[in-house]
């Protein structure tokens, strides 16, 4: 039988509803149990892809080529469950599948509307999201208690637990304790609000997880229990950590949360469980033998959700060398015309992640080259590849005109463009090219050396390519195709062999990146910048003098 597990959140948005599910998820897989993760978002977009990353922070990619909400990220780096498409539905998911039946005709006469139909169709994401074999399924409900598009969804986790059998279902909900200077206090009234918005519904919450600044008081704890109506070894304290969100699985372990699961899902295993692996990462995080400073160039800088995945994939790179990782944030576009080396003076490393259209391009074309002429390691992913190749082209392979075609659709020197699948596509949602794609690594570069294998997985979310017809003029001039798509026999992978680290990939690598198991490229980059910043680039040297 799958258990089920519904998180809610109330108060505010922006409580961590998506780091608190995935550390559920850690402490049941830590009981041996097969964990599905899914997020239900209220919004009206079929899925996030189309959605600005100031918007709604990044797009988050899964192997099988979903765009999707960036706490699916979250779910994947912190447990093991298998996440895809069937991990999301959103309020346009579920109505374009209604809007479709019923234009079939499948409905056979009947009114459609959101009770029973539409919270039918939820229902059957929800049972559909539990791969075969789920002990336990965790969902996430997006937005807040009481907002008006979250209804259906509240609706829909209602009547699942009422045909569900007894005891299979639970219900978590998550709110804050806002902490008052001027009392003195934390308060426990808005939580009492919101959850009495759910009893409205008529959903009781089995344990309630408070966020908080300060530590919760026996008393309060006695408080929300009798308000609330929920135990008070259920109302589990979640306090603000200190040096790492990676800490919150510990800290929620430690409050009793996998206790009062385990007691709310009659699960037998209620031995306690071996966090060692997280206890190791915390202790490494904690306790940083070295520091060191990555530029990361990019268009939508302000927004820190917007490069998520890259700034956790760094800070993962980093805890394997027992390293702390800062972040010097520079808008692309004030490289353009702005002191370069003054601006990037004194990081380890610079980083060009992922974009798109002309706003900072040109910006991250002139960092790199400042990285490339000062031997600093460079990693540029997605459209910084792209723009690695074009500085490449431009400055060293003579190719001055070299440009992307989405930029400048008539370029003399197209270096980045348009595969042939990608033309004629007019919709913009779900058309990209997305996903795992093959990859191989040639043998005796960098890339080679880093990855330790020479077929990789990993995925894509791009239309543009690099331009077979310049390969060989980049390649004289220096530039190696370390990684290729045999099958359509692209280039995936662009380096400087004789650089510690100048790397440039075509595919997200930072989606693949945990905690625990560091994406290489990451490690090897932070590696790298490790060893410029003590001075060490004698692998360098010689060799880029030589050229
Ligand atoms: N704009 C580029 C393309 O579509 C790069 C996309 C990206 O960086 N994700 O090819």
Known sequence: MTRFIFVTGGVVSSLGKGITTAAIAVMLE????????????????????????FEHGE????????????????????????????????????????????RAGDYLGQTVQVIPHITDAIQDAITKGAAPGTDVAIIEIGGTAGDIESLPFLEAI?????????GSTMYVHLTLLPY?????????????????????????????????????????????SLFCNVRPEDVIQEQDVETTIYEVPLDLVREGLDRAVVEHLGLDNDAPIDMSDWEDLRGRWANPECEIEIAVVGKYIELHDAYKSIYEALAHGGAAHKTKVRFRKI?????????????????SGLLVPGGFGERGLEGKIRALRWARENQVPAFGICFGMQ????????????????????????????????????????????????????????????????????????????RWEFNNDFREQLEKAGLTCAG????????????????????????????????????????????????????????????????
């Open 30 to 53: 830590k009981r041996g149990l097969k964990v599905s993760i899914q997020k239900l978002d209220p919004y009206i977009n079929v899925d996030p892809g189309t959605m600005s990353p």
């Open 59 to 102: 797009v988050y990619v899964t192997e099988d080529g979903y765009e999707a909400d960036l706490d699916l990220g979250h779910y994947e780096r912190f447990s093991q469950a298998s996440i895809g498409r069937h991990s999301n539905a959103t309020t346009g998911s579920i109505y374009s599948e209604v809007i479709r039946k019923e």
């Open 158 to 166: 209602r009547q699942f637990g009422l045909r569900a059998p007894k």
């Open 180 to 224: 008052l200077a001027a009392s003195g206090e934390m308060k426990t009234k808005p939580t009492q609000q919101s959850v009495g918005k759910l009893r409205e519904i008529g959903i009781q919450p089995d344990v309630l997880v408070c966020r908080c600044e300060q530590p919760m008081t026996e008393s309060m704890r006695r408080k929300i």
């Open 331 to 347: 808008a692309a576009e004030d490289c353009a015309d702005g002191d370069v080396a003054a601006m990037l003076d004194g990081v």
């Open 387 to 462: 723009a690695m190749a074009l500085e490449y082209g431009r400055h060293v392979a003579g190719l001055e005109d070299a440009n992307t075609t989405e930029v400048d659709p008539t370029c003399k020197s197209p270096l980045i463009h348009l595969i042939e699948s990608q033309e004629n596509i007019d919709d913009k949602g779900g058309t990209m090219r997305l996903g795992a794609y093959a990859c191989r690594i040639i043998e005796g570069t960098r890339s080679a050396e880093i990855y330790g294998r020479d077929l990789v997985f990993e995925r894509h979310r791009h």
């Open 484 to 547: 290729i798509h045999e099958k359509e026999d692209l280039v995936e992978v662009v380096e400087l062999t004789d650089s510690p680290f100048y790397i440039g990939v075509q595919y997200h690598p930072e989606f693949k990146s945990k905690p625990l198991t560091p994406h290489p490229l990451f490690e090897a980059f932070i590696g790298a910048a490790l060893s410029f910043a003590s001075g060490n680039t004698a692998a360098t040297t010689s060799e880029v003098e030589a050229r």
